[in-house]
């Protein structure tokens, strides 16, 4: 039973134009959320977080949407660069739980 | 060098053969997980630590072993491995904090695992 998903295996976008992409969890409980991004033949890496007293945070290019009501968590990459072509990861947890939960994550190609 | 580091990297084994897999941290964050990488089920958590010797059961640990004598290592067995374990396996480890915003797991770089 997946706690976390995210409904889109890959996406394709246009160098320059907005990335939008998508999590979509069960469990109103959880009150912290990450995304992680994994390049090939390497470990995911740390991209962005929210804690559920928010509905955004930005950094740089990266900005992660919160909406609560829906329980849907979505992250926009504004403007797309080809470096940003990775994996995705969207995680969730509680405050003071180390253990996250992954969901299953989203290709992004972006096209040059 | 500071960091995350696992060892293999790649290993092909037999079915029923013994393997392990071995995660080595400089940080001596208190607590170490063990994940597995398989198209369409993203990162399951297989173990985790919260510190030497206190080990627990996370998603997916049937076929499993772990230890931690030490901080900095957490090494993952395959006792009798079976096909249905051909996976890429990404151990992470983090520190206790009361909380703040920001990064949580730092992971490996991963072993990609046959069995064949």
């Known amino acids: 039973d997946q706690q976390v998903k995210q409904n889109s295996p890959s996406l394709s976008v246009q160098e320059g134009r907005i990335s939008i992409l998508n999590c979509d969890y069960t469990?109103?409980?959880?009150?912290?959320f990450l995304w992680y991004k994994k390049y090939p033949a390497e470990g995911p890496t740390f991209l962005i977080s929210?804690?559920?007293?928010?509905d955004k945070n930005e950094d740089g290019r990266f900005t992660v949407f919160l909406n609560k009501s829906a329980k849907h968590l979505s992250l926009h990459i504004v403007p797309s660069q080809p470096g940003d072509s990775a994996v995705y990861f969207c995680?969730?947890?509680?405050?003071?739980?180390?253990?996250?939960?992954f969901g299953t994550g989203t290709r992004l190609t972006i096209i040059p | 060098d500071a960091g995350i580091t696992q060892s293999p990297r790649y290993k092909i084994t037999e079915t029923g053969r013994q393997v392990t897999l071995m995660c080595h941290q400089t940080w001596s964050h208190s607590y170490m997980f063990w994940y597995r990488q398989d198209l369409g089920h993203g990162l399951r958590l297989i173990y985790y630590?919260?510190?030497?010797?206190?080990?627990d059961k996370g998603e997916v640990p049937d076929g499993y072993v772990v230890s931690r004598s030490k901080t900095e290592n957490f090494p993952l067995t395959l006792e009798s491995a079976t096909r249905s374990q051909t996976s890429v396996y990404f151990c992470?480890?983090?520190?206790?904090?009361?909380?703040?915003?920001?990064?949580?797991?730092?992971f490996g770089p991963g072993t990609r695992l046959l069995v064949l």
């Open positions: 929210i804690s559920s007293i928010k």
């Open positions: 469990n109103s409980m959880f009150d912290y």
């Open positions: 992470a480890s983090s520190v206790v904090r009361l909380w703040d915003m920001g990064e949580t797991q730092y």
């Open positions: 995680a969730v947890t509680n405050f003071g739980n180390e253990k996250l939960t």
């Open positions: 630590s919260a510190a030497a010797d206190i080990t």
